[in-house]
């Protein structure tokens, strides 16, 4: 019954080459997120999704674009990966139909990216 | 972005203990959240505290709020090894987005 699920948990590349990393959420939340934290153990918002609109874009290359096929999923795409990439990614979600951030927000267990 | 900075960076207690984090953050806020985060694992959420309460308990957990002072405080009483993760505050105000920290990393030794 898990509630945010990510995959892969594990994620070792090369540089250049183009991922994605999937997560579902199976608690009918409106809201979904990607968060990247990096070596300094910081967590920043990336994007944020309301009923598959796009909602939060923050400043991240372009090489990186968000997916939602529906409600219950956002999926990360990388492309042309770099080193500076290498971090743990997690996607979390909120029932919060403003978008506006103010409800909890439930994360998955992250993916941890590793660039070669 | 609203971002809140806990101290202090590491810390230690015995099984038992009390263990005492503070957060401080820049401008006003509507709530302010604590996440804990367990090794290799994703955030969870433990409680959430609205600007105009001051306290609010959750089992053995106590946070604290001071908007005049732009703190908070999450006390853990009578700590178990199982407590030992890093713990972080997210201030939220209008329409900015949960920033995390680098958080305290608490380690509660058996």
């Known amino acids: 019954d898990t509630a945010v699920s990510q995959t892969p948990k594990y994620l070792v590349t090369q540089m250049g080459n183009d991922k994605s990393i999937k997560c579902e959420q199976n608690?009918?939340?409106?809201?979904m997120y990607w968060y990247k934290q990096d070596s300094k153990k910081f967590l920043k918002i990336m994007f944020s999704?309301?009923?598959?609109?796009?909602?939060i874009n923050e400043t991240v290359p372009n090489r990186f674009s968000p997916k939602s096929p529906d409600k219950a999923h956002l999926n990360l795409h990388i492309n042309s990966l770099e080193l500076g990439d290498s971090a743990v990614y997690f996607c979390?979600?909120?029932?919060?139909?403003?978008?506006?951030?103010?409800?909890?927000?439930?994360f998955g267990p992250g993916t941890r990216l590793t660039v070669l | 972005s609203q971002q809140g900075e806990e101290d202090p960076q590491a810390l230690s207690i015995q099984e038992g203990e009390n263990a005492t984090m503070n957060c401080s953050y820049k401008?006003?806020?509507?709530?302010l959240q604590w996440y804990r985060q367990n090794s290799g694992r994703g955030l969870v959420h433990l409680i959430l505290?609205?600007?105009?309460?001051r306290e609010k308990h959750s089992g053995r957990l106590r946070v604290t709020l001071d908007t005049s002072k732009k703190s908070s405080s999450l006390l853990i009483t009578a700590s178990r090894a199982a407590d030992t993760a890093s713990y972080f505050c997210?201030?939220?105000?209008?329409?900015?987005?949960?920033?995390f920290g680098k958080g305290t990393k608490l380690t509660v030794n058996p």
């Open positions: 979390a979600s909120s029932q919060d139909s403003r978008g506006d951030g103010t409800d909890t927000q439930y």
């Open positions: 608690l009918g939340h409106d809201t």
């Open positions: 999704y309301n009923n598959k609109e796009l909602i």
């Open positions: 401008t006003s806020i509507n709530n």
């Open positions: 505290i609205r600007s105009n309460e």
């Open positions: 997210a201030p939220e105000g209008g329409s900015e987005k949960l920033v």
